[in-house]
């Protein structure tokens, strides 16, 4: 173990040079944020227990937050490209902080309801304003490590989150509340000090129509659309570990203390294997990394209609993991390349709204055909939504390619990985 940390700790390194200082503010406000992620993964837990709802009213106010993410993609992305990254940012930080405080004083029902689709909504904006900042200031050919570092540190500051949040929530839910505010408020903190403005100045003619908010072009673009339905359907593969997952495998017998232990596989193996991968990927096409992503993740899903065994689960997770670390700095970076920059948010958030929309849908999906069909089914469906996702990214590959070399032809700024 320790020669494998100090082999991690040569790698971060090696991977984190050159990257600019504007990056790095990010990247620390990042895991100040995520240090105190404690709200969303006990939402539900504190509405039943501290708030007395039944679980279909909690699940109705978890759903109330996960569409506020939804919007969040489309408005956050359009405001960091009209009225720029940094004031996106301190908007969302700042305004997302009073959001949580908001729910944690709640008491009404309504009041619960409406705090929670504003946490939703404003806590969130700020993510495709990161995400679009760092494509600013990242040179093309760093984007890949650089968006990879950052998915590495989400997941060390979840991880360090979630027990952090069990020790604090002996002094009171509302402990956990404000201490996610705080944190976020830091990250705004964080930017309002030393992350400048970097979004790019274009001609006039070249700007987005400030009339229109959100803005939809992402959706307009028909590239960018055949590279997005496969994200999608990975993402409703990806999300059921959030209901069906949990549900299926205790309901097996298997207890709550041992799938924890098992879902922890995920969040070590992303610590300890993403600085390594991402070397790997740089080498690769991209559509084929996509297409490794998202088969993984239909076969590691699908591994879990075999049952509720320990070790089998445990495969399953590694499985999955492996196509979740492939997926997430690659994507990215082809979402950067397709945007133009002066709309680079707006793409980063349609994205982002992938990823919410998935966390609105696959619960309510999953349970219904776990229900109706059972485990075999739900696993199994999994397993078919990701290869069929992984063929459609080598089948979309060519279109992206030509469209690439057709950009590279008029734009600098674009990576020279291929896809």
Not at 126 to 140: G, Q
Not at 272 to 290: I, K
Not at 392 to 414: G, K, Y
Request: hydrophobic content about 50%; proline content about 5%.
């Amino acid at each position: 173990m320790k020669h494998l940390l100090g082999r991690l700790g040569s790698e971060l390194r090696a991977t984190a040079g050159g990257l600019p200082s504007t990056y790095w503010y990010l990247w620390t406000g990042t895991l100040v944020n995520r240090l105190g992620a404690f709200v969303v993964p006990f939402l539900a837990l504190y509405l039943t227990r501290e708030r007395g709802f039944r679980v279909e009213e909690a699940g109705l106010v978890v759903s109330l937050h996960g569409a506020g993410g939804v919007l969040a993609g489309l408005v956050g992305g359009t405001l960091s490209d009209r009225v720029g990254r940094r004031r996106t940012l301190l908007a969302g930080l700042w305004l997302g902080s009073a959001a949580m405080l908001s729910l944690g004083f709640s008491r009404a029902t309504w009041h619960i309801c409406v705090s929670a689709f504003l946490l939703g909504l404003l806590g969130e904006l700020y993510r495709p304003a990161v995400s679009a900042a760092i494509a600013d200031v990242v040179r093309p050919e760093d984007r890949p490590r650089a968006y990879g570092l950052l998915y590495w540190v989400v997941n060390v500051g979840f991880s360090i989150a979630l027990p952090l949040a069990g020790l604090a929530s002996r002094f009171g839910f509302l402990t956990l509340f404000v201490a996610d505010a705080c944190t976020t408020f830091l990250y705004g903190l964080i930017v309002w000090w030393k992350v400048p403005e970097t979004r790019p100045t274009v001609p006039t003619a070249q700007a987005a129509p400030s009339h229109r908010l959100p803005s939809l072009a992402p959706f307009r673009d028909t590239v960018f659309l055949a590279f997005a339905l496969p994200i999608l359907l990975t993402a409703l593969v990806f999300t059921q570990l959030n209901v069906t997952l949990p549900l299926d495998l205790t309901s097996q017998g298997m207890s709550p203390a041992t799938f924890g232990t098992v879902l922890a596989m995920n969040g070590v193996l992303i610590v300890l294997l993403q600085p390594f991968v991402g070397r790997a990927l740089a080498t690769m096409r991209r559509a084929t990394a996509l297409a490794w992503a998202s088969g993984l993740t239909g076969l590691g899903f699908g591994m879990h209609a075999l049952g509720a065994n320990v070790g089998l689960a445990t495969l399953a997770v590694v499985v999955w993991t492996l196509g979740e670390i492939a997926q997430a700095p690659v994507a990215s970076t082809v979402v950067a390349d397709l945007a133009p920059a002066e709309q680079r948010g707006t793409y980063q958030g349609a994205y982002y709204m992938l990823w919410a929309l998935s966390s609105c849908i696959s619960p309510t999906l999953g349970s219904w055909v776990l229900g109706h069909f059972g485990s075999k089914v739900l696993w199994g469906g999994s397993l078919g939504l990701g290869l069929f996702a992984a063929g459609w990214h080598l089948a979309i590959a060519d279109a992206r390619r030509r469209r690439m070399e057709t950009l590279r032809l008029t734009r600098t700024e674009l990576s020279t990985t291929l896809d």
